[in-house]
């Protein structure tokens, strides 16, 4: 195989954090190669498909904070590529009104000064018709919040990051990495080295850090993506002002259940269960577990009475999930020319471009614009291998 002439950095996966993090490195005259082992555009990890949630509407103070930025940032590539990519809809956000969760998020909106609309029980259905509040919850609005373009999302800075003199290469499949003070990676269709290496690998993140001595505690999930038909077509509509929505401890389920308002398919609302079953990310559609699919009929019969309790299409997507639910934002313990994106846990693409920032300035050496000891690897001293 040949090798190429060095780069500064390799990035090895263009999903929406990898092509985020490669674009940081060219706008800072890094010479970056993006490596993606599929053809690209693709459905088979986790940042494909049209809508996302975006939102500062968390119960974890760090992340309402971190959110600031990357609507900045957001609307900045916006700009640049001149195209619309967030849709400000509003979240609805409903639980258990004394539960600790539902109150979390309620005070991590309060305490960072986020726009929001309490909405008492007995005014609900004026504001939010064709939806039954559970009795006891409580609901409110982050009127902030709305829906990511995600495929127009990946393609803007997919474009930004080539305009910019970087350079992709899709269909490359890593066979090897080798540390050093130049990084050797191995692929199908070339051997390419460079100063520093991200890992933004997504649900095969450990098989590459199986080449670097490394295995962190990531879980590769199935989800199933279901689209549920409106029995009056517009009753759920983007159109109509319907805002995303997020459910917190219901009945049905352990997991918290979301939605968008219909609008990537006429007629069809995006509603999902935030969890799903293991799975081999090379092996995701011999998963065909629809547990999750039952909650969430039991839970639309319940409080989305105008959808039609069967899903009318089902996609596929991962999630590569962390104990707690938090990022791997870090370098590689011993090789620290390595740095390592991971475990975003379903929760991650709209915090893109503030990833890629952090795991930019990470790679060149610069002190992290936030405190990122949530995200840290030695959480979890546990799954470091004894010869680190």
Not at 175 to 198: E, F, H, M
Request: hydrophobic share 35%; proline share 6%.
């Amino acid at each position: 195989m040949s090798t190429e002439g060095d780069y500064d950095c390799i990035v090895i996966g263009a999903g929406v954090q990898g092509s985020f993090t490669a674009y940081q490195l060219a706008k800072k005259k890094q010479r970056t190669l993006l490596l993606e082992q599929f053809v690209l555009p693709h459905t088979r990890g986790s940042s494909h498909g049209q809508t996302r949630i975006i939102r500062k509407a968390y119960d974890q103070d760090y992340y309402t904070v971190m959110m600031e930025e990357c609507y900045r940032l957001w609307a900045e590539l916006e700009e640049e590529a001149s195209i619309k990519l967030v849709r400000q809809t509003g979240l609805l956000v409903m639980g258990p009104e004394n539960s600790s969760q539902y109150q979390a998020v309620k005070n991590t909106l309060q305490k960072n000064r986020v726009p929001m609309v309490i909405l008492p029980p007995e005014e609900f259905s004026k504001h939010i018709p064709n939806v039954n509040l559970s009795e006891g919850d409580g609901a409110l609005v982050d009127t902030t919040a709305g829906v990511l373009f995600a495929d127009r999302a990946l393609r803007a800075v997919q474009g930004q990051f080539l305009k910019l003199g970087g350079i992709i290469k899709d269909g490359q499949k890593v066979s090897d990495i080798k540390p050093g003070a130049l990084v050797t990676v191995t692929a199908s269709g070339g051997v390419y080295r460079a100063k520093n290496l991200v890992l933004t690998a997504g649900s095969w993140t450990n098989g590459m850090l199986s080449y670097i001595g490394l295995q962190l505690p990531l879980k590769v999930l199935k989800i199933n993506v279901c689209y549920w038909k409106e029995k009056v077509p517009g009753s759920y509509n983007v159109q109509q002002r319907f805002p995303a929505f997020l459910q917190v401890e219901c009945p049905e389920g352990k997991h918290h259940i979301y939605g968008l308002p219909s609008n990537e398919y006429p007629g069809l609302m995006k509603v999902c269960y935030h969890a799903g079953s293991e799975t081999h990310p090379d092996m995701r559609d011999r998963q065909s577990d629809r547990s999750d699919i039952d909650i969430l009929k039991r839970y639309l019969t319940r409080c989305f009475p105008g959808l039609d309790p069967e899903p009318a299409v089902v996609e596929s997507c991962m999630y590569t999930v962390t104990p707690d639910e938090d990022f791997v934002l870090d370098c590689h313990p011993i090789h620290n020319n390595i740095v390592i994106g991971a475990g975003f846990s379903g929760h991650g693409f709209k915090f893109g471009p503030l990833i890629g920032k952090l795991l930019c300035e990470l790679s060149l050496g610069e002190v992290p614009s936030y405190d990122l000891s949530p995200f840290r690897i030695r959480r979890f001293p546990e799954h470091l291998k004894p010869s680190l």
